[in-house]
């Protein structure tokens, strides 16, 4: 059965320690979220203070109970108006504790869920605890609803946790500071979850803080349904459907989350201090002595371009300095997408390129990471192959097995590993693996510094939304190699550690479809070993490891 209703977001901006005049702003906007049919209102975080508080003792003496004021409010406009409200609140918990905390009330006016923020910005650090109630959902008539907190959706786990315990609709009550928080991150774990997002946030000037907007509604496949414009204060409503409620499909075949490997994504529940990259963190590095010259190479053999062509410009890129390359999709399969005879073609052939790669990175001292298919035991792998200046130096099978090639496709049993070479701690994604947050992610904790991604695209989100939060998400270099024939084409690039200076990858770099296209960066490995995203707020050693445990569990 189908569940269809609306959803509002409001987008307003609480008044700092005037809890009564923070209850009439939210009766208004519930009202108008009313009056356009919302089931489903959101309010932003802190909605019941303010946010900006003077002190922790400021915070401490604004703070309520969720049985307070602020949420008895709440609860009788759910029972006036028969809706869902959820808000962002300053909590005064029951074990005394300060927390930045969600709640959700249904019509009757009963709290059905409760969560505190369990990753904290820098300002959140100064008054507030650590969230302890993990990622809670409630099944209600709407469907099944999780809740975050504004900065918890930079944190890839738990946006995928909620997914994991297959919530339909994530409710984001925020601040968000920054537009790509909204623009960016919000569409992309919508993306790559295959949940919806409601997304509420404040507009306005708080003390020293500037909250430009961006409340939204966003689908499973990131497209943006209703939006509050920016520095405005109002309200924005959207039409939620959920018809399928057991299947998270991609656009273009596969599933979001069937299609993942638990069984490899065991590092994601470690301990930090137990992980690889704890332990290089702690190694000295001088910068001086820790660059490289990357690039992505948009070459291929295709129906108009030959192997050797492809070659070719693979040496003109050594020959400008490239130390590090990778390779699109099926370099040496003239199809975007081999079927079982172009495979067994690849297969047996793959010796051969090896060998004149190898020569190409003797010639050059370069290393290329290079995608291909081998047989194994009478099965087809695609695998990526590394190869540097003293022959090959790993390789890498594919890790989740493609809608594409399933038919003939096997895939290895063992999950994802991080190549020491001369050039940096080298990991490799195969065309699908990087659709899934958690391949990027196990590769940042073995130590990764540069991700090398080998793609052949199927839609534009998979660069958009998908590519950056890759690299922000870990402070790693991302490198991705696509193939100009694939049915989204080109648009090569590398990301840095700490993304672009805007969140609108088409206009800052547009996509080049040209064949041939080398797209250099010289970059600083220095600049992955410093994971802080803002002052105090490291983007993998401040997680909670211990809330992530369905992630590597089997279904």
């Known amino acids: 059965m189908t569940i269809t209703f609306n959803a509002a977001v409001i987008q307003t901006l609480a008044v700092l320690g005037d809890i009564e005049a923070n209850i009439a702003l939210a009766a208004a906007g519930v009202r108008e979220a009313v009056r356009q049919d919302a089931k489903l209102i959101v309010l932003p975080e802190c909605m019941n203070t303010g946010y900006l508080f003077d002190s922790a003792a400021h915070c401490r003496a604004l703070a309520e109970p969720v049985d307070g004021r602020y949420c008895r409010a709440l609860a009788a406009l759910c029972r006036e108006y028969n809706v869902f409200i959820a808000s962002g609140m300053t909590e005064k918990a029951e074990d005394g504790k300060i927390y930045n905390s969600g709640v959700l009330f249904n019509p009757a006016g009963d709290l059905i869920c409760h969560y505190q923020k369990q990753f904290l910005a820098t300002h959140d650090q100064n008054w507030f605890e650590v969230g302890v109630k993990g990622n809670p959902f409630v099944d209600t008539e709407l469907g099944r609803l999780g809740l975050l907190i504004c900065f918890d959706g930079r944190i890839p786990e738990i946006?995928?946790?909620?997914?994991?315990?297959?919530?339909?609709?994530?409710?984001?009550?925020?601040?968000?500071?920054?537009?790509?928080?909204?623009?960016?991150?919000?569409?992309?774990?919508?993306?790559?979850?295959?949940?919806?997002?409601?997304?509420?946030?404040?507009?306005?000037?708080?003390?020293?803080?500037?909250?430009?907007?961006?409340?939204?509604?966003?689908?499973?496949?990131?497209?943006?349904?209703?939006?509050?414009?920016?520095?405005?204060h109002g309200v924005a409503t959207a039409r939620i459907s959920l018809p399928d409620r057991d299947r998270k499909p991609w656009q273009f075949g596969g599933d979001k989350l069937t299609d993942r490997r638990p069984e490899t994504y065991a590092i994601i529940n470690q301990p930090f201090a137990t992980t690889p990259l704890a332990a290089l963190m702690g190694e000295a590095l001088i910068p001086e002595n820790s660059t490289v010259k990357l690039a992505a190479v948009q070459a291929h053999v295709s129906e108009s371009h030959t192997l050797d062509d492809a070659l070719e410009m693979i040496e003109h890129a050594a020959l400008l300095g490239i130390r590090v390359m990778v390779l699109p999709a099926w370099f040496a399969a003239p199809l975007w997408r081999p079927d079982a005879d172009n495979a067994a073609l690849l297969a047996r052939d793959s010796g051969a390129v090896v060998a004149r790669i190898?020569?190409?990175?003797?010639?050059?001292?370069?290393?290329?990471?290079?995608?291909?298919?081998?047989?194994?035991?009478?099965?087809?792998?695609?695998?990526?192959?590394?190869?540097?200046?003293?022959?090959?130096?790993?390789?890498?099978?594919?890790?989740?097995?493609?809608?594409?090639?399933?038919?003939?496709?096997?895939?290895?049993?063992?999950?994802?590993?991080?190549?020491?070479?001369?050039?940096?701690?080298?990991?490799?994604?195969?065309?699908?693996?990087?659709?899934?947050?958690?391949?990027?992610?196990?590769?940042?904790?073995?130590?990764?510094?540069?991700?090398?991604?080998?793609?052949?695209?199927?839609?534009?989100?998979?660069?958009?939304?998908?590519?950056?939060?890759?690299?922000?998400?870990?402070?790693?270099?991302?490198?991705?190699?696509?193939?100009?024939?694939?049915?989204?084409?080109?648009?090569?690039?590398?990301?840095?550690?700490?993304?672009?200076?805007?969140?609108?990858?088409?206009?800052?770099?547009?996509?080049?479809?040209?064949?041939?296209?080398?797209?250099?960066?010289?970059a600083n490995r220095a600049l992955t070993r410093q994971k802080e995203m803002i002052p105090g707020v490291n983007m993998l050693r401040n997680r909670l490891t211990d809330s992530y445990g369905i992630l590597s569990r089997q279904p």
């Open 159 to 232: 946006a995928r946790c909620l997914a994991a315990q297959k919530v339909d609709v994530v409710i984001d009550m925020a601040n968000f500071f920054a537009m790509d928080q909204a623009e960016m991150w919000v569409p992309a774990r919508a993306y790559e979850n295959g949940s919806w997002y409601v997304a509420a946030t404040k507009s306005g000037v708080e003390r020293s803080i500037y909250y430009p907007g961006g409340s939204m509604i966003v689908d499973p496949q990131g497209r943006v349904q209703a939006k509050v414009p920016y520095d405005v």
């Open 358 to 522: 190898a020569e190409l990175c003797r010639r050059y001292g370069t290393i290329i990471a290079l995608p291909t298919v081998e047989e194994r035991q009478g099965a087809l792998l695609p695998e990526m192959v590394l190869v540097g200046p003293r022959g090959v130096i790993g390789r890498q099978a594919q890790v989740h097995a493609n809608p594409g090639t399933r038919d003939w496709a096997a895939v290895a049993d063992g999950g994802f590993q991080v190549f020491e070479t001369d050039f940096g701690r080298l990991g490799l994604l195969n065309d699908y693996d990087g659709m899934f947050p958690e391949s990027s992610r196990v590769l940042a904790l073995l130590g990764a510094e540069i991700i090398l991604w080998s793609c052949a695209w199927r839609h534009p989100n998979q660069r958009n939304l998908l590519a950056v939060p890759k690299a922000e998400d870990n402070r790693v270099y991302v490198v991705c190699a696509n193939r100009c024939d694939a049915p989204a084409p080109g648009g090569s690039f590398i990301i840095p550690p700490a993304g672009f200076p805007s969140w609108d990858i088409d206009a800052l770099l547009p996509p080049n479809p040209r064949w041939g296209a080398v797209t250099p960066l010289y």
